[in-house]
């Protein structure tokens, strides 16, 4: 079973400040991507990460995929109560059709 | 372009009842996917459909739940005799044809168009 386990569960923080989110599992994915959902909407894509080691900056957001495709992570620069949502990773791989989420981050940014 | 329809947003039921959830694809989009999220949680896979066929169910209680995605019309997700762990958001995202599928994935091109959710409270 494939698994993506995120840390921290919960952050808050206050404006101007830095944060990484992690995103690790055992399992290899072909590509990660990062989603952002806020409450009573659905996730909405942010970035999509395939080749291993590879940084995509979108921008105060740096996303990076690790070399053996197994983790990634999310930082935020000078973070904005904008920021604030529910940051979700999900894998996809080769042998399977479906979309693995993780458990997801819940980022609170304080004016 | 109208994005993922889903409705209702909100359905109340108590415990026994049947509850539907249907969801519209996006324009030209002819596979379905169905997750569940609890409070607090990220999302956990249900069904995977294209248009008259279940690819994946593999997500799917056993019992009381099914999913269809006829030629026509809305995929519908439906939950017979409803208990209270049934309460949840359930969120369904859409993919085109050419960009579904396992082998899909590292080309970065598969993206799942999310609906923005159907709330459901089980009393």
């Known amino acids: 079973t494939q698994l993506l386990e995120q840390s921290p569960q919960f952050l808050s923080i206050q404006e101007g400040e830095n944060l990484t989110v992690y995103c690790n599992s055992s399992s290899v994915f072909s590509s990660l991507q990062w989603y952002r959902q806020e409450p009573g909407e659905g996730p909405v894509l942010l970035v999509t990460?395939?080749?291993?080691?590879e940084v995509k900056k979108l921008k105060r957001l740096t996303f990076q995929f690790g070399d053996a495709r197994k983790d990634s992570s999310l930082h935020i620069t000078a973070a904005q109560p904008g920021d604030t949502g529910l940051y979700l990773c999900a894998g996809g791989s080769y042998n399977t059709d479906k979309l693995i989420f993780g458990t997801g981050t819940r980022l609170q940014v304080f004016p | 372009n109208a994005g993922v329809m889903q409705n209702p947003r909100h359905l109340v039921r108590r415990r026994g009842q049947e509850a539907r959830l249907r969801c519209s694809p996006m324009?030209?989009?002819?596979?379905v996917y169905w997750y569940r999220q609890l409070p607090e949680e990220g999302l956990k896979f249900m069904v995977y459909?294209?248009?008259?066929?279940?690819i994946d169910e593999s997500g799917m209680p056993k019992e009381r739940f099914s999913a269809e995605f006829p030629k026509e019309g809305p995929s519908i997700l439906r939950i017979q005799q409803v208990v209270r762990g049934d309460s949840a958001a359930y969120f369904c995202?859409?993919?085109?044809?050419?960009?579904?599928?396992?082998?899909?994935w590292g080309s970065g091109a598969n993206v799942l168009t999310f609906g923005a959710g159907s709330r459901l409270t089980v009393l």
């Open positions: 995202a859409s993919s085109p044809p050419g960009l579904a599928g396992g082998r899909t």
């Open positions: 324009k030209g989009h002819s596979h």
């Open positions: 990460v395939v080749t291993g080691g």
């Open positions: 459909l294209q248009k008259e066929n279940i």
